[in-house]
């Protein structure tokens, strides 16, 4: 009796600790999956990610509820791109059509600006996703445990099918999955 109660004053010390770090630090949204493209730089990267946003008709930029953005222009187009995080750089917002649903996703370039400078290789990872009915979300909030596998499966496979065999076809390059 009095070790289960031990273990149980244990197991909330160490619940707490767990989510006092996540509340000090922020926590994380963590990854879904990751694409690595081995020599491919982040520049190289982002401006085919842009080139088949533009250019495919099932594929747009997001919106989000904050008004954080950046402009990008191509071809003396512009196109205004929000975002919900201050570094627009690194974080897209994207919603693919597939079958007449709506699926939206937010991923990030992985890494910090002078690792995208120097590095032969670059890295995108799926932060967010999102089916039509709103389920999902990331991987840091356990919105993907065991039993929802299915659901995570089916998001991997709209944005690869949709998005990811695009980037690999237009770079020439097929990605790699980073060990984690």
């Known amino acids: 009796m009095a070790t289960s109660k031990l273990y149980l004053l244990l197991m909330l010390f160490v619940g707490f600790l767990f989510e006092s770090c996540a509340l000090v630090l922020g926590g994380t949204h963590g990854s879904i999956k990751s694409y690595k493209y081995n020599n491919v730089n982040k520049v190289a990267l982002e401006s085919t990610v842009n080139k088949i946003i533009w250019n495919t008709s099932n594929i747009t930029v997001a919106d ?9 222009e ?3 187009k512009y196109d205004t ?5 201050p570094n627009a750089d690194a974080y897209v917002n994207i919603s693919i059509a597939k079958n007449g649903l709506v699926y939206r996703y937010e991923f990030q370039y992985v890494g910090t600006i002078e690792e995208w400078q120097n590095n032969t290789f670059s890295e995108l990872s799926i932060a967010y996703a999102y089916d039509e009915k709103d389920n999902g979300g990331s991987e840091g909030n356990g919105s993907f445990p065991w039993y929802k596998r299915s659901l995570k499966k089916r998001l991997i496979k709209v944005f690869e099918s949709e998005f990811i065999e695009k980037v690999d076809k237009e770079l020439g390059v097929k990605h790699t999955e980073p060990k984690e």
Do not use: W
């Not at 989000?64 to 990008?72: C, E, L, P, S």
């Not at 791109?81 to 995080?85: A, F, L």
């Open 74 to 76: 191509k071809d003396g």
């Open 81 to 85: 791109v929000y975002t919900k995080h």
């Open 64 to 72: 989000t509820v904050q008004k954080n953005y950046m402009i990008y």
